[in-house]
């Protein structure tokens, strides 16, 4: 029997298929009840988060539920075995992205039809090696080299900066890097990838610093040194970038939705006294 449509959401769990719904007694009425009174959030075609949880995620941690959701909402439906990839990847990975859409990227044998998976999903088919695949919080998802690989090729050359920079911070190995490019010469996206890992830096401590650094090199401003400490008359601090025989130093400064999307972060010059020149 169908649980009344004013009835509680299940007391356990927080992302619901319609037919897990319907298997714990709330029929199609109560469902819409739910969700027309705000307690139940339609993520995806069949899948439901509980309200109260998504209101407290971040922007980020959003678009990671709507990879969770995508994955719990196939479970019975997919058409072959998949693996997460491109700038779906760095998110399971909680790598750096900025001004990218929510679009849910996966590598597969076969490319199947848009209905299958969903209109928000790309599916990729170039080939997948053993050592390409790995597991992130139970969803199977390209490696930190082969996700770092794929954005490069996908997004502009800012966009796969800010991924590459986090990744060689988190430990991707460079030479494996310029192997899979090497491999891939001639393909599309493959001057961006070459450009990425000509300026990459694992030094960057954040999109910002990133945006900070290629604006730099584009107006050909002579490189600064990075993360360097100074003894200043309110303590020691850290800057993002110095000129040290000028005593200049540049910080970047970035709100915590400008890592996923948003305008530029702004940036401001001092010496390192901390006055304003």
């Given at each position: 029997m169908?649980k009344?449509h004013t009835?509680?959401l ?7 298929r319609?037919?897990?719904?319907l ?10 009840w739910h969700?027309?009174a705000?307690?139940l959030v339609?993520l995806?075609?069949g899948?439901?988060v ?7 995620l971040?922007?980020?941690?959003r678009?990671?539920?709507?990879i969770?959701?995508h994955?719990?909402g196939?479970?019975?439906t997919?058409a072959?075995?998949f693996l997460y990839?491109?700038?779906s990847a760095?998110?399971l990975?909680?790598l ?10 996966i590598?597969q ?6 209905e299958?998976?969903g209109?928000?999903?790309r ?8 050592r390409d695949?790995?597991?992130v ?8 080299e ?7 090729m996908?997004?502009n050359?800012r966009?796969?900066l800010?991924?590459t ?6 430990g991707a190995d ?6 899979m490019?090497?491999?891939?010469d001639?393909?599309s996206g493959?001057r961006?990838?070459?450009?990425v890992l000509?300026t990459a830096d ?5 999109a910002?610093?990133?945006l900070t ?6 107006l050909?401003?002579?490189?600064p040194?990075?993360?360097?400490e ?5 303590g020691?601090?850290r800057?993002d970038?110095a ?5 200049v130093?540049?910080?970047s400064?970035?709100?915590?939705s400008t ?8 940036c401001?010059?001092?010496?390192v006294?901390?006055r304003r020149?």
């Amino acid at each position: 029997m169908s649980k009344s449509h004013t009835g509680e959401l299940p007391p356990t769990g927080n992302l619901w298929r319609t037919e897990e719904l319907l298997e714990l007694g709330y029929g199609p009425r109560a469902i819409r009840w739910h969700l027309e009174a705000g307690s139940l959030v339609r993520l995806r075609y069949g899948c439901y988060v509980r309200a109260s949880v998504w209101r407290a995620l971040s922007p980020a941690a959003r678009s990671r539920q709507r990879i969770y959701a995508h994955d719990h909402g196939t479970r019975t439906t997919s058409a072959g075995r998949f693996l997460y990839s491109h700038t779906s990847a760095a998110r399971l990975r909680r790598l750096q992205l900025w001004d990218v859409g929510d679009e849910i990227h996966i590598l597969q044998q076969t490319r199947p039809s848009t209905e299958s998976h969903g209109r928000d999903v790309r599916c990729h088919t170039r080939p997948v090696t053993d050592r390409d695949v790995t597991v992130v919080n139970g969803l199977q998802v390209t490696s930190l080299e082969r996700t770092v690989t794929d954005c490069a090729m996908m997004l502009n050359y800012r966009q796969a900066l800010i991924v590459t920079d986090h990744a060689l911070r988190l430990g991707a190995d460079p030479s494996a890097l310029q192997s899979m490019a090497d491999d891939l010469d001639g393909r599309s996206g493959i001057r961006t990838f070459r450009r990425v890992l000509a300026t990459a830096d694992p030094r960057s401590e954040s999109a910002g610093e990133t945006l900070t650094r290629e604006l730099l090199l584009r107006l050909r401003i002579r490189p600064p040194e990075t993360q360097v400490e100074v003894a200043t008359r309110l303590g020691r601090h850290r800057l993002d970038f110095a000129w040290k025989e000028e005593k200049v130093a540049l910080d970047s400064t970035v709100s915590p939705s400008t890592s996923t999307t948003g305008p530029p972060p702004r940036c401001f010059m001092r010496n390192v006294a901390g006055r304003r020149p």
